[in-house]
């Protein structure tokens, strides 16, 4: 499995990510490149957190339902999601009349909770541990087609939108930072950025955003392969997993330039620095993006980070805008 998933998606070409803008057209947004004035880099916040839901999940989503096989389809749709992929599975497959299954971890927020039902989606609540075993079978216990939110082509080369619309927007990009989950935001990215790189000749560093509570992919890195790691407590739902999956690893071997660990602490910062003067509403993992693309090392450069999501809950926001740091 791992090493088909990262050879299919090391085979893909500038026109498979291109294809990808007109298969969601109707589904996901082309998001801006915002501006943050800094006295020592040109920052750009690419606001996925302004896709429908609020979350860059709609792009996979979209793209993963449009290409799979209807018949499967026909069976029903389950994933597992903490939240925004299961919302982005619902709203595509509501406007394809498809019914939707969702295993969520007891640790999702609320807010996405609400989001779900909202859409018409089963809701099944379980254990972080019995969800990431989902995560890691694809096994739901239940008949139907299931997508994986992360280590699916057909995710990967979703979310390799956002990396061509980078090039177009900030061209003279150095470094895009992007929170990690599973990986396949990033993977996504960087493939696109690598496939335009082919054509415009530019090189651009790919960084992985971890928060400090759990940072599986700095542990596989230091280890040279996956290994499980501690998952602490954090406000932070959006990132942070037991370990890096198995088939993503050489994608994230290859791809990633560097990781960036946050603080709860810089976290909290970045989250009032979008509120107050970027006038973006972020989740944490969005704000862990931007945490990163402020470390000293990227002083002079043009850094977009990936504001991935803006789905938190209200008292959470609240308590960060307040001052909390937790």
Same mark, same amino acid.
């Given at each position: 499995?791992?090493?088909?998933?990262?050879?299919?998606?090391?085979?893909?070409?500038?026109?498979?990510?291109?294809?990808?803008?007109?298969?969601?057209?109707?589904?996901?947004?082309?998001?801006?490149?915002?501006?943050?004035?800094?006295?020592?880099?040109?920052?750009?916040?690419?606001?996925?957190?302004?896709?429908?839901?609020?979350?860059?999940?709609?792009?996979?989503?979209?793209?993963?339902?449009?290409?799979?096989?209807?018949?499967?389809?026909?069976?029903?749709?389950?994933?597992?999601?903490?939240?925004?992929?299961?919302?982005?599975?619902?709203?595509?497959?509501?406007?394809?009349?498809?019914?939707?299954?969702?295993?969520?971890?007891?640790?999702?927020?609320?807010?996405?909770?609400?989001?779900?039902?909202?859409?018409?989606?089963?809701?099944?609540?379980?254990?972080?541990?019995?969800?990431?075993?989902?995560?890691?079978?694809?096994?739901?216990?239940?008949?139907?087609?299931?997508?994986?939110?992360?280590?699916?082509?057909?995710?990967?080369?979703?979310?390799?939108?956002?990396?061509?619309?980078?090039?177009?927007?900030?061209?003279? +990009? !150095?470094? /895009?930072? #992007?929170?990690?989950?599973?990986?396949?935001?990033?993977?996504?990215?960087? @493939? =696109?950025? *690598? $496939?335009?790189?082919?054509?415009?000749?530019?090189?651009?560093?790919?960084?992985?955003?971890?928060?400090?509570?759990?940072?599986?992919?700095?542990?596989?890195?230091?280890?040279?392969?996956?290994?499980?790691?501690?998952?602490?407590?954090?406000?932070?739902?959006?990132?942070?997993?037991?370990?890096?999956?198995?088939?993503?690893?050489?994608?994230?071997?290859?791809? +990633? !330039?560097? /990781?960036? #660990?946050?603080?709860?602490?810089?976290?909290?910062?970045?989250?009032?620095? @979008? =509120?107050? *003067? $970027?006038?973006?509403?972020?989740?944490?993992?969005?704000?862990?993006?931007?945490?990163?693309?402020?470390?000293?090392?990227?002083?002079?450069?043009?850094?977009?980070?990936?504001?991935?999501?803006?789905?938190?809950?209200?008292?959470?926001?609240?308590?960060?805008?307040?001052?909390?740091?937790?």
């Amino acid at each position: 499995m791992d090493r088909d998933l990262a050879t299919a998606a090391f085979a893909t070409s500038l026109a498979d990510f291109q294809a990808v803008a007109d298969r969601v057209a109707n589904d996901a947004i082309v998001t801006p490149a915002l501006p943050l004035a800094l006295p020592d880099r040109k920052l750009f916040l690419k606001a996925e957190c302004l896709q429908p839901l609020g979350s860059f999940k709609i792009r996979a989503a979209a793209n993963a339902l449009a290409v799979a096989p209807k018949a499967e389809l026909a069976k029903g749709v389950i994933t597992a999601s903490a939240g925004n992929f299961g919302q982005g599975i619902a709203l595509a497959a509501k406007a394809r009349g498809l019914p939707v299954h969702v295993v969520v971890p007891d640790t999702s927020a609320k807010v996405k909770i609400a989001a779900l039902q909202d859409l018409g989606a089963t809701i099944e609540t379980v254990s972080f541990s019995d969800w990431w075993q989902v995560i890691m079978t694809r096994d739901a216990g239940r008949p139907g087609f299931f997508v994986h939110p992360v280590a699916e082509l057909a995710v990967i080369i979703g979310n390799g939108g956002i990396g061509l619309e980078i090039a177009r927007q900030v061209p003279d +990009v !150095d470094t /895009v930072l #992007v929170p990690l989950g599973g990986g396949g935001m990033i993977s996504g990215i960087a @493939l =696109a950025l *690598r $496939a335009a790189g082919r054509v415009g000749g530019r090189k651009v560093r790919i960084v992985a955003c971890e928060i400090e509570s759990s940072a599986p992919l700095t542990a596989a890195r230091k280890a040279g392969h996956p290994v499980t790691v501690k998952r602490g407590a954090s406000w932070i739902d959006g990132i942070g997993s037991t370990g890096v999956l198995p088939e993503m690893w050489p994608l994230l071997d290859q791809l +990633v !330039d560097d /990781v960036v #660990v946050v603080s709860h602490a810089q976290a909290a910062q970045a989250l009032r620095i @979008l =509120a107050s *003067r $970027a006038h973006i509403v972020a989740e944490g993992a969005g704000a862990v993006a931007l945490a990163a693309a402020l470390h000293p090392s990227f002083a002079g450069q043009t850094v977009v980070p990936v504001i991935s999501g803006g789905n938190i809950d209200v008292a959470t926001f609240a308590r960060i805008l307040g001052g909390a740091d937790t």
